[in-house]
């Protein structure tokens, strides 16, 4: 990292990025000799050196823990000074690496915060091209991280303003635009539990427009738009190709699919009145041919369980069976809508990531609510 050949400085910040994306705390173990590396790959004469260099950076920052606390004024100084005269690709990793520090250091942060949400809520009214997109996204991230490490009465007074960015940022024609709306509501509705619910009516039909998507139309657009060669090449075509699906589009259903999850449990009966839609919606998405989306649709329909749980305040549930501490009608309904289509895609689910969660959950789900879950037995036959 101190070579003075560019391609070996490069090369070096991209294997330290790669490795601490995978093992962030064995890497940040080392923080005392990465980090003054790091530093000065900061002010590197190569853009994309420091790209790799804030890349790296942001891994490691996630875990350095109170460690932070030694590094923090020379770190946003640095930060903030790319954030405001780096290079436009440049700017959303540092400001993502602020994020990540903001995360890490908590109610340390707090002398940064003024400085950071004003460059926030700038970046978040951005429009322009693909790149100036890319750091209105970050920005939307970055303004949930800053909101969990401020705390709610720091952030109240910005809570408006940047809820109505993140509502326009909803309406521009990218995936990426969204999935960053869904990880900045499901952060603030932990963030102002109850509270948040003003903002759910707002939030729910974008919500349910993600869910509903289809995901081949982007994709067969393309097609229609292209050469002759690939419109002949369609009757070639296998009905069922997975080339023509839109994975942007999946990623934005995993992120609305937890982001249902984290709305629901941290409003409660501000979200009830779009409750079933949702459900039904997340059932569907249960044989999706995405992992990481069946894996959040079955997160979140558990959490709805639990959730419907919390809301009616049972007396504690007692073991055995027939039931013996009766669970509330909305609960009994969301496990009979839950609990077939989950036994079912689980007996034909091949991804160990997907079949460990759905044993993690049901685990989870039947020590919370108890006996309730299973008394129907008829489910669980393959």
Not at 106 to 111: H, I, L, R, V
Not at 139 to 148: K, L, R, S, W, Y
Not at 361 to 366: D, K, P
Request: aromatic share 8%; charged share 25%; proline share 4%.
């Amino acid at each position: 990292m101190s070579d003075p050949d560019t391609r070996v400085r490069r090369a070096s910040c991209m294997a330290l990025g790669c490795i601490a994306d995978e093992l962030d705390d064995e890497v940040a173990n080392h923080h005392e000799k990465l980090m003054p590396l790091i530093f000065n790959l900061m002010s590197d004469s190569n853009e994309a050196t420091v790209k790799y260099a804030l890349n790296a950076l942001d891994c490691i920052l996630e875990s350095l823990g109170d460690n932070i606390a030694r590094y923090l004024p020379q770190l946003m100084e640095r930060l903030v000074v790319l954030l405001d005269t780096g290079a436009m690709d440049v700017k959303p990793i540092a400001l993502s690496a602020i994020g990540s520090a903001a995360h890490s250091s908590g109610e340390g942060f707090a002398p940064y915060f003024g400085e950071v949400i004003a460059r926030i809520k700038r970046a978040m009214a951005l429009t322009g091209d693909d790149d100036t997109l890319a750091l209105r996204g970050v920005a939307t991230d970055t303004a949930g991280a800053i909101a969990e490490a401020a705390g709610r009465e720091a952030f109240r007074p910005h809570l408006e303003e940047t809820m109505r960015l993140a509502l326009e940022g909803m309406d521009i024609p990218s995936s990426g635009m969204r999935e960053s709306g869904y990880c900045y509501f499901g952060v603030m509705s932990r963030v102002f539990e109850a509270e948040f619910s003003q903002y759910i009516g707002y939030i729910a039909p974008h919500l349910l427009d993600t869910l509903r998507m289809d995901e081949t139309s982007a994709f067969e657009q393309e097609l229609d738009d292209g050469s002759e060669d690939m419109e002949n090449a369609d009757d070639d075509d296998d009905e069922d190709s997975p080339f023509k699906v839109n994975t942007a589009v999946a990623d934005e259903k995993e992120v609305a699919a937890d982001a249902a999850g984290e709305l629901f449990a941290s409003t409660g009966a501000g979200f009830l009145p779009y409750v079933e839609d949702v459900a039904k919606e997340l059932v569907n998405l249960l044989d999706h041919y995405s992992e990481t989306v069946r894996k959040s649709a079955v997160v979140s329909l558990f959490t709805f369980i639990r959730t419907f749980n919390k809301i009616a305040a049972p007396e504690p549930w007692k073991a055995g069976v027939p039931v013996r501490v009766p669970i509330n009608d909305n609960t009994a309904a969301m496990i009979k809508l839950v609990l077939p289509a989950v036994v079912a895609m689980w007996g034909d689910e091949d991804d160990k990531m997907v079949v460990t969660q759905i044993c993690v959950e049901l685990r989870s789900i039947m020590k919370d609510v108890g006996p309730a879950v299973t008394v129907d037995c008829k489910y669980f036959v393959f």
